[in-house]
């Protein structure tokens, strides 16, 4: 089969389109016949080796497709199945090893991108605005990269929950799409300064909540667009990680909260998976979530594909299919 192999960290050049062997399941695992693989910035942090992974490696977190064998000891799956996973590595490839219990099951309403798109983007939006931040009807929200794919997917949930949404773009094409999504205000982060735009949005209250996955680029002034009590939720690091914070600065500005949560946190107990992917997918089949899945790259595009994503190109979903 053909994959997308890692052998050394660097740019997208290190992405090698390869013939490689079809894996062989565990008896509590099975085989998926991948249709569509999410790409997802986690991917590109771990080919150039800020997030370390062990090498080589065949890339990509996320996928959905047709289950085609199936372990020894797996039960309720069957050959046919069609199926999406996510924290599994492995996704750019044609065929996929998964651990039965990291797979949910796809409505027939869903198809196959929405699928993958649904699981680390979808999931990602449902825990940041459930649990990481609950956000209450009222609550001023600021979401950084706000046409991105997780962006444009916690606009929408933040919206059904009632709250006022200040999102953040590059872009007037990406303010469109963010305005479509449901956000009350965007600010174009590269022309203006966002904090004191902000502020004057909120009467000078500042926000509840902060979304910040652009990282070192905004996170100072993000912690200084919250109103006391406020929480600072970095989940992501797209302009580089923040590595250097004093916590006692927390104090004066209003007795914040920060906190740095992962996806595969959210997701580790099966209770967790099924709610999240189970509420991610309705919402799709009733049309509650617009999921925009736009870029569509074959399996030997991958290196164009990281082009794309890292070079602020892309909006919404961006999609392999092998
Ligand atoms: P996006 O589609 O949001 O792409 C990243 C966006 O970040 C760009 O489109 C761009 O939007 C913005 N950006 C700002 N500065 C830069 C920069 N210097 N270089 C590149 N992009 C920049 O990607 P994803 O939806 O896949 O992921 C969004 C973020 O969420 C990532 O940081 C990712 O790591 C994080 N994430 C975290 C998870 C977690 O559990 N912690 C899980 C999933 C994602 P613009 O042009 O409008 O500025």
Request: aromatic residues 8%.
């Amino acid at each position: 089969m053909k994959a997308i192999r890692v052998h050394e960290n660097g740019g997208p050049e290190v992405l090698s389109f390869e013939e490689v062997e079809i894996p062989f399941i565990g008896e509590e695992e099975v085989l998926v016949k991948v249709e569509s693989a999410g790409i997802n910035f986690i991917d590109t942090y771990q080919r150039s080796g800020l997030y370390q992974i062990p090498l080589p490696s065949t890339l990509g977190l996320e996928a959905s497709g047709t289950i085609v064998d199936v372990g020894t000891n797996v039960t309720g799956l069957r050959v046919g199945d069609r199926v999406a996973y996510t924290n599994v590595a492995g996704a750019y490839a044609e065929y996929a090893a998964v651990p039965a219990d990291k797979l949910v099951s796809i409505p027939e309403s869903v198809s196959f991108d929405q699928g993958a798109a649904a699981m680390l983007q979808g999931c990602t939006a449902h825990y940041l605005s459930m649990s990481t931040y609950k956000v209450q009807a009222g609550d001023r929200c600021l979401i950084h990269a706000a046409a991105g794919g997780v962006g444009l997917l916690l606009i929408q949930m933040v919206k059904m929950l009632g709250g006022f949404v200040i999102g953040t773009v590059s872009t007037e094409a990406k303010a469109e799409l963010a305005r479509n999504a449901g956000a009350d205000e965007v600010i174009l982060y590269n022309d203006r300064d966002f904090q004191s735009e902000v502020l004057k949005i909120t009467d000078g209250a500042g926000v509840n909540v902060a979304y910040d996955s652009v990282g070192e680029a905004t996170f100072a002034k993000s912690i200084d667009c919250l109103c006391r009590f406020g929480h600072m939720v970095l989940y992501g690091n797209a302009s580089g990680p923040v590595t250097e914070f004093n916590p006692a600065t927390l104090g004066p500005k209003g007795s914040l909260f920060l906190t740095r949560p992962t996806l595969f946190d959210y997701l580790a107990s099966r209770e967790d998976l099924d709610w999240r992917s189970g509420d991610v997918f309705r919402w799709i089949s009733e049309n509650k979530l617009n999921l925009r899945v736009e870029h569509f790259y074959s399996l030997s595009e991958a290196q164009s594909a990281h082009q794309a994503l890292e070079s602020r190109q892309t909006t919404g979903k961006v999609i392999l299919r092998p």
